[in-house]
């Protein structure tokens, strides 16, 4: 079943076409990572999903029902973050967790919000107000707001930002758990690829407002095509020689060095190529990272 | 919406900015209090030197409810500017604080979140209005004991009777709030308009100060418009004040002069009221919410 079902989804300011003709869907019980490089559409894309930014065109279905007709229903059903942890700096966590249960109409006892604050790492922290917490802290207090209603999707935009190495591995574990043990649908953003590599079962890229790339992760980062960084003594020449050759379909534009996108077989015999053509090769680096890909499709193919 | 407004309440209360103007109104008239009783008299015979000559008036002229008189007419002019501060915050605040985007992901429309938002600016105007009536009329009584109510206007005098005074009182209150919720509305229209806090706190202080001169101002070209401006009927809590008298010139009791010019002022405030907050509606449900 179908929990996000997004159509034709467009969203001008002006002239900018901040998304546009956006298609795709997320199932249930899904962690769906939705990448994107900074402007490239991804948060207004989230907005439209919460219903903050109204779409120029293009539809919405949340839960199989259209978010503009059933807005309030569906977020009934919905908890999220977005972007920045922006709370009441003269509120406690305990207070903020309070107000939105009450908020969401659900009666929410002591010891839920006790739970909630343990399960994101501030249960010692619940009678402080705000002000004196750290990002990470505020981030986690997002979560814990996003979570408070038991919500069947959850909606996490750059969750993990001002996060440390725990706190980073200590949300992306519930996200996983959320997934596979709650059967939570997940949509996730982050610009922490490998992160979003360690968790999301789906992915969608979007660049400029466009969608360049979504399917499975297991599926995009095929283990038989390796992306492949030659170091040579002359780039320049080295470049010539591959446009010269077969390699040449291989060739992916990247502005920091020399990038293939091969099956791992020619690898080989790109190798040989290379020192027959007499290019000073320095080395060969092989890698098939979310981030490789990543880079690869929201980069233009010679 | 109860749910909403409790909410609401809760956040104005718990901001320290929403005791500055309990403590302003608090400052401002005891000061004048503790003047008044430490040089009260001097103050009433400078009042009452151009009338000693063909009035003589027995009794207590500096009394509470004289001294609540004065009160209001000084202090009703900076109130409004008091509720700004409040009301014009309550949407840009959040929209700049970034939590708006976190009340408007809630399964509340926004027409509900902002008419919360708006009965809950309404309960704190009501409620500091509350205060400077106690602490002008209630207080003033305590301290300077009761009388007739004198009042020298520019070209008449009035004298109350003590028992027909204090219902006055409170329809000037019961007034005021319609006059000070206009100016919460105001605050809450342009509180719509904008992301930051101190714009619309400075719009509507600004377009109250504008449309006041505008009333004021004694030109034939503002005349046509002057009657529509809810400036014009802010200061008319005045009119409880005003009796009628008989034949004898002898004022009669529990009456006002002009009824209908106090009515009139309820309409246009009123009209007033509805138009902000039907436009401030209208302004966040149609906003793309991009803080």
């Known amino acids: ?302 | 919406m109860k749910a909403i407004i409790s909410i609401e309440l809760y956040k104005i209360f718990r901001r320290s900015r929403t005791y500055i103007a309990f403590g302003a109104i608090a400052a401002l008239i005891l000061i004048i209090q503790l003047g008044l009783k430490m040089d009260g008299q001097s103050y009433a015979s400078f009042l009452m030197k151009d009338i000693n000559d063909t009035l003589t008036v027995d009794g207590k002229v500096l009394n509470g409810y004289l001294i609540c008189y004065i009160l209001l007419q000084l202090l009703l002019v900076h109130v409004p500017l008091l509720v700004a501060l409040i009301a014009a915050d309550m949407i840009s605040g959040e929209a700049n604080l970034g939590t708006l985007r976190l009340l408007f992901t809630t399964p509340y429309s926004r027409t509900q979140l902002v008419m919360g938002k708006f009965i809950a600016a309404s309960i704190y105007t009501i409620v500091l209005l509350i205060w400077l009536a106690f602490l002008a009329l209630f207080v003033s009584m305590w301290i300077f004991g009761t009388d007739d109510l004198f009042l020298l206007k520019s070209n008449y005098v009035v004298l109350i009777q003590e028992k027909d005074v204090l219902w006055r009182y409170v329809g000037a209150f019961v007034f005021a709030s319609f006059a000070l919720l206009t100016v919460t509305s105001l605050g809450f229209l342009m509180s719509s308009i904008s992301n930051n806090s101190i714009g619309p706190i400075v719009g509507t202080m600004s377009a109250i100060v504008f449309f006041t001169i505008l009333s004021t101002l004694n030109i034939p070209l503002f005349a046509a418009i002057k009657p529509y401006l809810f400036t014009t009927h802010m200061n008319n809590w005045k009119e409880f004040f005003d009796i009628k008298v008989n034949e004898n010139n002898e004022a009669i009791y529990g009456s006002i002069l002009n009824v209908a010019k106090i009515k009139t002022s309820i309409i246009v405030l009123t009209a007033h009221i509805i138009l902000f907050v039907s436009a401030a509606i209208i302004i966040t449900k149609r906003k793309d919410i991009l803080s």
């Not at chain 1, 079943?1 to 989804?9: A, C, E, K, T, W």
């Not at chain 1, 109204?54 to 539809?59: A, Q, R, V």
């Open chain 1, 1 to 302: 079943m179908s929990v996000i079902q997004v159509n034709g989804l467009s969203k001008h300011f002006g002239t900018l076409k901040a998304v546009d003709q956006l298609d795709f869907s997320v199932t249930q019980g899904e962690v769906f990572g939705f990448l994107g490089q900074n402007g490239s559409g991804k948060s207004t894309t989230i907005r439209m999903l919460l219903s903050l930014i109204h779409p120029t065109s293009g539809s919405i279905e949340l839960f199989g029902k259209p978010l503009n007709k059933c807005r309030d229903e569906i977020l009934e059903e919905v908890g999220a973050i977005i972007e920045r942890p922006d709370l009441y700096p003269y509120l406690t966590a305990k207070e903020h967790l309070q107000l939105f249960a009450k908020l969401r109409n659900k009666h929410v006892g002591a010891t839920s919000i006790n739970d909630t604050l343990l399960k994101v790492g501030l249960a010692d922290r619940a009678k402080d107000k705000v002000q004196t917490f750290s990002l990470g802290m505020k981030q986690r207090l997002g979560i814990a707001i996003a979570l408070l209603h038991n919500p069947s999707l959850i909606i996490l935009d750059e969750p993990t930002n001002g996060l440390d190495p725990q706190g980073i591995s200590d949300i992306r574990n519930l996200i996983k758990q959320l997934a596979k043990q709650e059967g939570k649908t997940v949509l996730v953003s982050s610009h922490l690829l490998s992160e979003i590599e360690q968790m999301a079962t789906q992915i969608m890229i979007i660049h400029k407002g466009k969608k360049v790339a979504d399917g499975p992760i297991q599926k995009l980062l095929d283990p038989n095509k390796m992306i492949v960084h030659i170091k040579t003594t002359n780039d320049a020449q080295t470049l010539q020689v591959i446009l010269s050759g077969s390699f040449s379909n291989y060739l992916l534009q990247r502005n920091d060095g020399i990038y293939l996108r091969l099956p791992d077989y020619e690898i080989p015999l790109l190798n040989t190529f290379l020192v027959n053509a007499g290019v000073g090769l320095v080395g060969v680096e092989t890698r098939n990272s979310l981030e490789d890909y990543f880079l690869q499709v929201t980069s233009t193919i010679i």
